[in-house]
């Protein structure tokens, strides 16, 4: 059965409020699934999911970069990626604020989206240091 919108925000917003708890519980887990429906549109979700790579996703944290692209991946997938209780464990809780307030957004409003997304883009980029080691090997100058 299709959930209304109205019931996907509310999952949104238990999804947040599950990743603010301090309690770390791995059977206590609302969906996620539905979250790709809550976007003002694919270009909306696409600038949320670049700036998650862009500004959280450190790949020299290897463990919590792995659950942030699980997580960005979730934004587009109607199927269990990643769960709060992953989030939880294995990303620092700064982050995980992030990760919540941006479940926050979805149920609000697009404008609120926009909003979450402005604030993440005033972080610092985070430079793919592997990549760019990779390239320095191959004789490509880094940015």
Known sequence: MA?????????ARAAALEL???????????????LRALFAS????????????DHLADDREEDECRYLLRF??????TYREVTQYELKVHVRMEKVNVVAS?????????????HW???????PMITDRTF???SKERGRPEP
């Open 42 to 53: 694919d270009d909306q979700r696409k600038a949320v999911q670049q700036a998650i790579c």
């Open 72 to 77: 960005v991946w979730q934004l587009a997938m």
């Open 132 to 134: 760019y080691e990779n």
């Open 102 to 114: 941006l479940l926050d957004a979805l149920a609000d409003s697009p404008d609120a989206v926009h």
């Open 117 to 123: 997304l402005d604030e993440l883009l005033s972080w």
């Open 3 to 11: 959930m209304s919108p109205a019931e996907m925000k509310a999952e």
């Open 20 to 34: 603010r708890d301090d309690r770390v519980r791995a059977d206590r887990d609302t969906s996620m699934t539905h």
